[in-house]
């Protein structure tokens, strides 16, 4: 069945009350297939919505620019007719440019690898580098801008399965280092790492979800968040897991920072009292990495405005990516 790309109000996370224009709801009829992966306020207060697009056959990388009120300006996909050329994170530079983050069949037909491409402020293709993994599946999942050029890019599976690794590249794409992190198998086992987030102190955070041991389910691990902090030459700050004795199930998504260096990260958790429910929630951890409290959010209607995320950092992004 065909896929509509709807952009909710959720795009709420993004339209603060600095910005002269109404929430609103836009449905792209004319887009059938897609997959919005990430979304970007532009130097003109427009948005980047880059994402992936299947037409039957093949996968292309994606990125639609609008204007303020979400009215589509212009539309292009890349990618070779045969291959596999899906976007999964993508970020801004200052020139006005796009770089996206993704994954790639180019150099084997077979499995995918991590890639990135420069994008100008029209959308024309400046350079791309593909970074050929030794493993049989790899690919890219975020991208951030480091301060005083180049980017820090999260990839999942790289050597030999789930795996959490980062690169730290300069302006051209090119790797300055590599590091692998949540390798701890008493603690994580199967770790997948989701997003990445420039903090206020000039690091980087890492969201994903491992499967964990926890003490009120012996011999039994459960899937639960974990968050690592990790500075600019890519030193572990600390490396946890949301709780080891709550029996919680969980899953990682997105983080903001708040002004008090508390992290608020978007998942999901099964509840540890009947009902199980699987719910939406917003796991808070402390500044050090542990976890504080948690929320489950319940909506009746199509959106809700959460006030107090206004003034969180969540890097140039508008809002949880995969919309």
């Excluded at 709780?243 to 998504?253: K, L, Q, R, Y």
């Amino acid at each position: 069945m065909s896929k509509k790309l709807l952009f909710f109000v959720c795009i709420l996370f993004l339209i603060t009350s600095h910005l002269k224009c109404q929430n609103w709801i836009r449905i792209y009829e004319g887009y059938t297939d897609i997959h919005a992966q990430d979304v970007l306020e532009h130097y003109d207060k427009g948005y980047i919505i880059t994402g992936k697009q299947w037409d039957g056959n093949n996968i292309f990388g994606w990125i639609m620019k609008t204007d303020i009120n979400g009215y589509e300006r212009w539309s292009k996909r890349y990618g070779t007719i045969g291959k596999t050329n899906g976007y999964s994170s993508s970020c801004l530079t200052s020139d006005g440019g796009i770089v996206c983050l993704g994954s790639s069949n180019n150099i084997n037909q077979s499995s995918t690898d991590p890639f990135i491409i420069k994008i100008n402020a029209c959308g024309e293709k400046e350079w791309c580098k593909i970074y050929n993994s030794p493993y049989w599946n790899s690919g890219g999942k975020a991208i951030v801008t480091i301060p005083g050029g180049g980017y820090m890019i999260l990839i999942h599976n790289w050597f030999s399965g789930p795996e959490v690794w980062l690169f730290r590249l300069d302006s051209i794409g090119e790797i300055i280092w590599t590091k692998e992190y949540v390798t701890d198998q008493s603690v994580f086992w199967s770790p997948h790492g989701q997003r990445l987030l420039e903090t206020t102190d000039s690091c980087f955070l890492i969201t994903g979800h491992a499967y964990t041991p926890d003490s009120l389910t012996p011999g039994t691990s459960l899937l639960k968040v974990f968050l690592v902090k990790v500075n600019l030459d890519g030193e572990a700050l600390f490396e946890l897991p949301w709780g080891m004795n709550n029996g919680m199930v969980s899953e990682g998504h997105q983080t903001v920072e708040d002004t008090k260096h508390k992290f608020y990260t978007a998942g999901r958790r099964v509840g540890t009292a009947p009902p199980t429910l699987d719910m939406p929630s917003l796991f808070i951890t402390s500044s050090d990495g542990y976890p504080s409290e948690f929320s489950d959010l319940r909506s009746t209607g199509l959106a809700t405005t959460i006030n107090w995320l206004q003034g969180f950092n969540i890097g140039n992004r508008c809002g949880f990516s995969g919309l």
